[in-house]
Nanobody
C-alpha cells in the first residue's frame, strides 16, 4: 500500500491563493500518476489536476491558468498551487495516486483523506 497524507486546506477569500501538499509513502513504489480531485457535498468527485511520472500534466478546464501542479525534488511530494481562487472552488480536495509496488510486482491505487478548501466571497 501507498499512503497519501494531505495538508494545506483552509479558508481563503476570493482572489486569494493557497497551496495544497500531498506526501506519498510506502515500500519501494514508483508513481505512475499523482494528482488532485475535488468533491462538493452531494456532487461527483472530479479531477482537478494530475501529473505523470513523465511530467505530463492535466487540468480541469475550470482551473486552467489558475492552478499549477508540480512535484517536489524528493519525488514523493506533489503540490497544487491555487491562485485566483473562486467560491466555486470550495470543495474537499483529495490526493490520488496510481503506480507500481516494485518488489511486490503489484499495482496500487491510493487516496488521501481529503482536505477542505473554502473560498469566501
Amino acid at each position: 500500500q501507498v499512503q497519501l497524507v494531505e495538508s494545506g486546506g483552509g479558508l481563503v477569500q476570493a482572489g486569494g491563493s493557497l497551496r495544497l501538499s500531498c506526501v506519498a509513502s510506502g515500500s519501494n513504489f514508483r508513481l505512475a500518476v499523482i494528482g488532485w480531485y475535488r468533491q462538493a457535498p452531494g456532487q461527483q468527485r472530479e479531477l482537478v489536476a494530475d501529473i505523470s511520472a513523465g511530467g505530463i500534466t492535466h487540468y480541469a478546464d475550470s482551473v486552467k491558468g489558475r492552478f499549477t501542479i508540480a512535484g517536489a525534488n524528493a519525488k514523493d511530494t506533489v503540490y497544487l498551487q491555487m491562485n485566483s481562487l473562486k467560491p466555486e472552488d470550495t470543495a474537499v480536495y483529495y490526493c490520488h495516486s496510481k503506480g507500481w509496488m516494485v518488489e511486490l510486482l503489484r499495482e496500487y491505487d491510493s487516496w488521501g483523506q481529503g482536505t477542505q478548501l473554502t473560498v469566501s466571497s
